[in-house]
């Protein structure tokens, strides 16, 4: 459950490009959203092996080669970009 109590669809594609998608087309917008991580791109194969996992309504992802990342609950913004993980808090999420 997403920004909004959304419910999202997140692919990654072999170029390493991620997107999210929560079925609220517009005629002037496209359905799916970039939401790869900073550091992105990344190169991904079809064998590859992305799992994933929730802290609430956070979800979770590792794709074997970066360090964990996660998509988080941003009040006000329904696509955040995806955030790596890193020792350091990021700026954009409230305590």
């Known amino acids: 459950v997403g920004?909004?109590?959304n419910f999202y669809f997140i692919?990654?594609?072999?170029?390493?490009?991620w997107?999210?998608?929560?079925g609220e087309a517009t005629s002037t917008a496209s359905?799916?959203?970039?939401?790869?991580?900073?550091g992105g791109p990344f190169v991904y194969t079809q064998?590859?092996?992305?799992t994933e996992a929730w802290s609430g309504?956070?979800?979770v992802f590792n794709d074997g080669i970066n360090p964990p990342m996660f998509w988080p609950e941003v009040e006000g913004t329904?696509?955040?970009d995806m955030i790596l993980y890193s020792n350091?808090?990021?700026?954009?999420?409230?305590d």
């Open 57 to 59: 309504t956070v979800p």
């Open 19 to 22: 997107y999210a998608n929560n």
């Open 3 to 5: 920004a909004g109590y």
């Open 11 to 17: 692919v990654a594609t072999e170029e390493g490009y």
């Open 47 to 50: 064998n590859q092996n992305i």
């Open 78 to 80: 329904a696509f955040p």
């Open 88 to 94: 350091l808090i990021p700026t954009n999420i409230a």
């Open 31 to 38: 359905t799916w959203v970039d939401i790869t991580p900073i």
